[in-house]
């Protein structure tokens, strides 16, 4: 049995193994990847720290905004931290702009290496190819182009005995897409195989998780895909 420690906020880390962390709303026990870190800031004010490196005993919340709305509504910051803070009138809107913050930094990093193929054309030729890691599509973009990609990613997957699991990311606008990669109206992109493009599928796959919570999973349109789906 693996020995188990405190870290600085007072949670259970087993020796050898990812930290793990305990919601204050739900106690839901999980990873850094699934979980939200908050800390108080100089002035009292409750800030999310998606990095994990603030300093500052941190309050953990589950990666998800309802649930994020729940802690701000039940003062779960205050309890935990057994002192009155502030928090800010619309924190589970803030961190979802960080998250997706995040999510166009990656992009773009990845952009920057050469890994991020913009353009419906060319990312058919880099799918034909066998090259294409996954792909990216607007949350506006349509379903029939979106999904012809999809399913030529996937059939190409096939043959190479690479897996049925296709790696899609739809949480990203035109806009948004256009931003992080310094190019008018990208709709449709392929990504190549790199570390820049896991940090990208990692950032857009919390973006996701934080976004699918009670009433915000029907009202995106993005969220009707993950980034391992299957087409």
Excluded at 21 to 36: F, N, Q, S, W
Aim: glycine share 8%; with cysteine.
């Amino acid at each position: 049995m693996a020995a188990r420690t405190r870290d600085a906020d007072g949670t259970a880390a087993a020796s050898g193994d990812e930290p793990e962390r305990t919601c204050v709303v739900t106690r839901a026990k999980g990873t850094p990847e699934t979980l939200i870190r908050f800390v108080a800031g100089p002035d009292d004010t409750m800030v999310p720290d998606l990095a994990g490196r603030l300093p500052g005993r941190g309050v953990w919340v589950t990666c998800a905004k309802a649930t994020v709305a729940a802690a701000a509504k039940t003062n779960a910051f205050a309890r935990s931290l057994k002192r009155n803070v502030r928090v800010p009138d619309d924190l589970p809107g803030m961190v979802e702009a960080l998250l997706a913050r995040r999510a166009m930094d990656a992009l773009s990093l990845a952009n920057k290496a050469g890994l991020v193929v913009p353009g419906f054309t060319k990312s058919e030729i880099l799918v034909a190819q066998g090259e294409a890691y996954g792909l990216v599509h607007a949350s506006e973009a349509a379903d029939d182009g979106a999904g012809k990609l999809d399913r030529r990613l996937k059939a190409i997957q096939m043959e190479l005995e690479l897996g049925s699991e296709v790696r899609v990311i739809r949480d990203l606008s035109t806009e948004e897409l256009s931003l992080a990669m310094g190019r008018p109206h990208v709709v449709h992109a392929a990504l190549r195989k790199g570390g820049a493009a896991d940090n990208f599928l990692r950032a857009a796959g919390r973006l996701r998780l934080y976004r699918q919570s009670g009433e915000t999973e029907a009202a995106r349109p993005s969220d009707r895909r993950s980034d391992t789906e299957r087409v």
